[in-house]
């Protein structure tokens, strides 16, 4: 999720706002397709994948192309107004109930030495690492994934060469986008969701994206690494409900000593 | 000889300001041809417009008598004008390589990468020990040659070369221009935006002279060399 978030920012320089309530989209798709088409969300991560990918292409295209040349404080407005947008379209479509996705491996546990790894959580790990992975061979290997890489290096250069940032901002959107969706799905089976957990998801990945680093690919991974590290011993230490505090003084401490984040470079 | 590049009326600028007005210039096919003029003449909005990085408000562009005014900037270059910009304008966090490799955008081009890339490299021998390293670590003169390599990758037909001598050593600038002969001799068709007015004179076969947004002299650049004018108000003597 937050490896979505800071493709887009890298890109596009543009903060989703919406990024948890496109994420409470993917999970609410797992749903459905888990109820009514019976498909398990480890699967049907790929359509929400998809699905999401097209509304990031669509909110792209249809909003953020417009106001990309706008001063922040517009982006900030029109990125929560898509953010409203969503928590109530899902609110009106699945009304405000908790929902909780019931995957095959639920309640399925082994036993690694002295721990009990819960499987589904183990599997959304193993999941999340390779579509990382692959993300990154996108951007790193492939002709178009360069050319995003190179529009959020230098976006003027971009131009200068003859591409259509127009079309690359989409697909960088897009990517995101199905990013999030796919972490909704994969998270599903084991975090109960309503429509109003979008505003939780996008502030925590907010705080991940900035430790590691804003715009650092690597830097999104450790810092969810850390920061989920970080809340499981603060819940287990002191206790659950304050699990938020340990991350977000983790976010002040690391800000005190390396403003950029951990993987981050100065922004000029 | 053929028309290439034909600008006619060419007006354009930010917000209230105009920058160029009745810009007029002519490139024919295997010309190199210099535009200079002092700092704020508009010399770098005039190729701005050519390119579609900026919106003309007046006036026509046409490409081999075909109107490109008013394309977006990745039609144009699709069409053969390749532009190396003011600043260069790298992907510093990319390797030299990657940043050659992406120049090449159109099919035509990328199905020829491998053989333009031997080319650019047999131009500028230094970025093949290079291609590995990281365009923002390069010194100024090979992020000039990546610059003007990455335009090459599009096998374009017109190149336009913004300041390429800006910030360099004299000797780089030697080598450089140097280059852009040969370029022009391989073929294709320059035009040279030039702020360093005698060693662009020197290299070009005709000159514009640019002041306050309007071109107010043109001819042959030997005899605008030999040009009073022209010696008193940038050379210098």
Known sequence: MAVGLTLIFGVMRVVNFAHGDMMVWGMYLAWVLSTRFGLDPYFGFVICAGVLFLVGVAVQRGLVDRILDAPHEMQILLMLGVALVLENSALMVFGPEPRRVRGVLRLSTIDVGPFIVDLARLVTFVVA???????????????????????ADNGYGALVIGTNVRRV???????????????????????PFSPSAGLPASVTS???????????????????????????????????????????????????FRPAGLFGKRLS | ??????????????????????????????????????????????????????????????????????????????????HVPEGRQLFPTMTVLENLELGARSPESRRRRGETLEDVFRLFPHLAERQHQLAGTLSG????????????????????????????????????????????????????VEQNVLRALRLSHRAYVLENGSITLAGPSARLLADEDIRRAYLGR
């Open chain 1, 129 to 151: 690492v390779v579509l990382s992975v692959l993300l990154w061979a996108f951007l790193f290997k492939s002709d178009l994934g360069r050319t995003i890489r190179a529009a």
């Open chain 2, 1 to 82: 000889m053929a028309t290439l590049l034909r600008v006619d009326g060419l007006e354009a600028g930010y917000g209230d300001l105009v920058a160029v007005r009745a810009v007029s210039l002519e490139l024919a096919a295997g010309e190199l041809v210099a535009l200079i003029g002092s700092n704020g003449a508009g010399k770098t909005t005039t190729l701005r417009a050519i390119t579609g990085l900026l919106r003309p408000r007046r006036g026509a562009v046409e490409l081999d008598g075909e109107r490109i005014d008013g394309l977006a900037s990745s039609a144009i270059v699709a069409r053969g004008i390749a």
């Open chain 1, 169 to 191: 901002y989409a697909v960088a959107f897009g990517i995101g986008a199905a990013c999030v969706g796919a972490a909704g799905a994969l998270v599903a089976p084991f975090l």
């Open chain 1, 206 to 256: 907010f705080n991940i994206v900035i430790i590691g680093g804003m715009g650092s690919l690597p830097g999104a991974f450790f810092g969810g690494l850390l920061v989920s590290v970080a809340e499981s011993l603060g819940a287990v230490f002191l206790r659950p409900s304050l699990k938020e505090v340990v991350s977000f003084s983790l976010l002040i401490v690391i800000l005190l």
């Open chain 2, 141 to 192: 003169g090979e992020q000039q040659m990546t610059a003007i390599g990455r335009a090459l990758m599009a096998r374009p037909r017109l190149l336009l070369l913004d300041e390429p001598s800006l910030g360099l050593a004299p000797v780089v600038v030697t080598s450089i221009f140097e280059n852009l002969a040969r370029i022009n001799a391989a073929g294709v068709t320059v035009l040279l």
